[in-house]
Structures are given as structure tokens and as C-alpha cells.
């Protein structure tokens, strides 16, 4: 039987889990903090901002909501960075990306305090995460990482490809999954939108990770049988329903889950993690802040 990787439930676990820590941090006086920064009119990130502040709420931790108008110079985004990084009740930044063309989205990431970046994108954090000592894991792959080990799915010794070179996921993912830990071990391949031969790469993997962004492009028919297969696309595709438009992955959940050995759906399955994760690493670098 195809196991069905609930997000929604480890995310779940996480929560229950971070309960504790911020317990503790409030006997101690403290409550995590996150500032989100969201600098664009884009429905999506509008919405991806407002699930983050509620997440938060819901755990106790305090979100501070700030929208810049898109339209504005890039210095009051700067600005506004500098504030935060100055201010020692805000314990995590986040800049929603992506951010309008006029503004430089690397120069945005490296203007957050590293210790305050919980998203794990400043160079500092980028360059610990490949060195194996990371401050803050990228969510999404380390939400990535907890579903599989939910899965009971021992990645040690392991065939895994990751469909995707993005610096938010495919890049960090490829990285965890090398490493010399828990979570790791795997034998890596990265696979991108230049690889000659897709299937046969995915077809030989125990684990795959599907993150390019391209609806269902991944089916049943290039997997091995019993893979683990992770589904990050978040595609909106025209539908030929009257609501206009469906919510699909970068993989063929039909077709695949009738390979597959564990399967994560779309919505449902890696979204929640990523969100989850976040609430992790605020609350890690409260820890930090405070220890
Ligand atoms: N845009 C899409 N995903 C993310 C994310 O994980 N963090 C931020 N800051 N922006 C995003």
C-alpha cells in the first residue's frame, strides 16, 4: 500500500512539539518574535504572508506585519531591515520574495542580521548549511527531511534525485541530503531543466524530490517502484471547472502513487512543513538570542 505523507499532521507534531520551547522561553520572560516584510502586490505572497502570521498566533509566537508599497524606493526596504536588526524584540526577519525588479533581492538577503534569518537565505547561513554546521535550515527542505523520517524512510545509503536547482529549495535540499547526518547520507543527484535523460535519472531513485516548478511533470511511469517521492510544485493551472483554476504539483499524483511506496499530496503535504519549519527556527533564534 502507497503510503500518503500527511504535512498536515507532522506539521502538527512540530507544533506540539515547539509548545514546550516556548513555554520555557515564556517562565523565562520571552516571546519569539518573527517580523514578516512583504514588499509586492502578488496575491500569492499575500497570502503565503498572512498563513506565516497566523501560524504564529496560533503558537504563541508574535508577528510583526509590515508591508512596504512595491512602488517605493528599495531604501525604505533597507531601512527597514535596519530597524529590525536593531531591535532586540524581534527575533526573526523575514523578506518575502520575491521582491519588485528595482530592488536587489541578494543585496536584500545579505542586509538581514544572519543571526536573525530565519529563513536560512544570508550567505553566512548558506555557506554554514554546505560546511554541516547550519544556524537556520532552509524550511522547506528541512520540512522535506521531517516528512521523510515520518515516513520511517531511512535516507543512509540511498539512491535520491532532486528534480530543481533553485537557492530556496533544490540547491539546500541536495545539500541536507549529502550530508554526513541523520537525514543524510544519500548518494545526490540534482537534476535541472539541462538534463538530458529525466526518467532515467528519476526512474533509479529510492527517493525523489520533485521541485522545478512544472505541473506534473514527473509521472509513474519515471519512478522505481516503492520510491519516496516529495512533492514541492505549487502550480496554478487552468482547470476545466468554472472556478478557473486547480492547485497541482510537479508530479502526476494519480499515476505516481500507483508506484510510489510513500507519496506527499499537493496541497497537503509539503506546504504545511514549510510553514512549520518557520515557526521552528523563530523560536531556535529566540533560543539563541536569549541563551
Ligand atoms: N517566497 C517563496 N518561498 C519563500 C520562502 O520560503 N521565504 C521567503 N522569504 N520568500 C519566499
Redesign the pocket.
Known sequence: MTEILDGNAVAQSVRDDLATAIDQLADEGVQPSLATVLMSDDPA?ET?VSMKQDDCAEVGIEAIDIEIDPEADADELYDTIDDLNADGNVNGI?????VPDHVDDRAVLRAIDPEKDV?G?HPENVGRLVAGDARYK???PHGIQKLIESAGVDTEGKDAVVVGRSD?VGKPMANLLVQKAPGGNATTTVCHSRTEDLAAKTGEADIVIAAAGVPEMIDGEMLKEGATVIDVGINRVDADTENGSELVGDVDFESAKEVAGAITPVPGGVGPM?RAMLLYNTVKAASRQHG
Open positions: 505572497s503565503y523575514l523578506v518575502q520574495m520575491p529563513d537565505f532552509p524550511c522547506t530556496i514549510t
